[in-house]
């Protein structure tokens, strides 16, 4: 009886005002957090990608393949947040042999396949035949049947061809583009469409899902290929650098935009949701909204790439610059998940009371998890790059075309 007063009033210890007894707990937890984190990095970095493949911004090659990797990696660890968090994820397969299409995430399930299986496979496929036909004859042993076996065994590395790869190369990115903006769209749609929660329900959702999606791709891409270049001791194209950089002011000043306007949207409404949202964020989401996301994650990152837009410093610091803003960017974006998915939990419908959310270290939901699932892409990543070199790339038949 003891024990059981004592869980009961650590639970109440949580509640500030009116609470529904079901809303004491949060439903979605850290692990939700990451599903939009990581499907956003995947459709950021592959239009980073398309920028070289589709309009020949070749200043942009040097990241080209290692965006490619970079979204095929994270993109295999998507679904696995979700799958963790669920009660029985052996069941997790179900969602595709009986399919349900009333079902918002039944058919994010399909837009996955679609985006794994069609876009980024055949794209890096047909991106690397030529070059796996070429390592299969140059190395032994596992390694040479490893890539026998992706290039589907196939020997034919003629200019016809090539030049075939090449065409559907392009025709996939095409494809590619509009399917990454579905992918990530379609996430913030989910949380855009729940009309019950005043904090979600908004028109503006996907498309702030959409570019906080490309802003965090491209920073990562950013940063992975400066510590990649240190790592390999080479030389780091600045104009490549510089470029990404360009792209990343320009999109994030989109951003910053698109989620003022969100806010002054429902200040503008002040509906009869108004004021337990004016707490929320004056009280449990103060830091993590206004110090994380906004003066960390965007406003730091917007003086400092708008800055070095006017005025270029020395390319040592530039880099520098550039890594330590990537980084702050992705921190930014995690806490906007953050503040949406845990956020729009945190009151109460009945608009009279605010729960408390805590996550441990350990357990189904804890911080280890969570950073298990985001250590596990990298490791591929890793792998990716060893087994598919982009430095070690030849020349395709466009690039010979136009030398």
């Known amino acids: 009886m003891e024990n059981h007063i004592q869980n009961l009033n650590e ?45 020949k911004l070749h200043i942009l090659k040097p990241t080209y393949g290692l965006a490619l990797l970079t979204a095929l990696s994270f993109m295999l660890v998507a679904t696995m947040p979700l799958v963790s968090h669920l009660g029985k994820p052996f069941r997790a397969y179900e969602i595709m042999v009986t ?14 396949l679609w985006y794994l299986l069609v876009v980024l496979l055949l794209e890096i496929w047909f991106d690397y035949r030529r070059d796996m036909v070429l390592w299969a004859n140059e190395t032994t042993g596992f390694k040479r049947f490893l890539y026998k076996v992706l290039s589907l065994w196939t020997t034919d590395i003629s200019p016809k061809a090539i030049a075939l790869d090449d065409k559907m ?31 979600w329900s908004t028109v503006l959702m996907p498309v702030i899902f959409l570019f906080s999606a490309i802003v965090s791709g491209i920073a990562l891409v950013m940063l992975i290929y400066i510590i990649i270049s240190k790592i390999r001791k080479i030389k780091i194209d600045m104009a490549c650098l510089d470029m990404i950089a360009s792209y990343l002011f320009y999109i994030l000043v989109i951003d910053f935009v698109l989620e003022g306007l969100d806010q002054v949207h429902r200040i503008y409404e002040a509906e009869e949701s108004f004021e337990v949202l004016h707490k929320l964020v004056f009280g449990r989401l103060f830091f993590t909204l206004f110090i994380m996301q906004g003066l ?41 998940r953050w503040n949406v998915v845990i956020g729009g939990q945190l009151f109460s419908k009945s608009f009279y009371g605010y729960t408390s959310f805590k996550i441990g270290l350990i357990g189904a939901e804890g ?3 969570a950073a298990v699932w985001l250590v596990v892409p990298l490791l591929i990543l890793s792998f990716l790059i060893w087994l598919l070199p982009p430095w070690k790339k030849k020349e395709s038949m466009s690039e010979i075309k136009e030398a």
């Open 169 to 199: 190369g392009y025709i996939v990115t095409i494809i590619g583009v509009p399917s990454a903006f579905l992918l990530h769209g379609y996430v913030g749609f989910i949380f855009g469409s729940i009309k019950a929660n005043p904090w």
């Open 11 to 55: 639970v109440l210890s949580q509640v500030d005002g009116y609470v529904y007894p079901n809303e004491i707990e949060l439903n979605w937890s850290i692990l939700i957090v990451l599903y939009p984190y990581i499907t956003g990095l995947v459709a950021g970095a592959f239009i980073l990608a398309s920028l070289e493949r589709i309009f």
């Open 296 to 336: 960390i994650g965007t406003i730091v990152p917007l003086l400092t790439l708008g800055t070095i837009q006017f005025y270029k410093p020395k390319e040592k610091l530039r880099k520098v610059i550039y890594l330590i803003t990537a980084a702050l960017i992705l921190i930014g974006v995690f806490f906007m």
């Open 99 to 112: 399919p349900h299409l009333s079902s918002a995430m039944a058919i994010f399930g399909f837009v996955y």
């Open 367 to 369: 911080y280890l998890m």
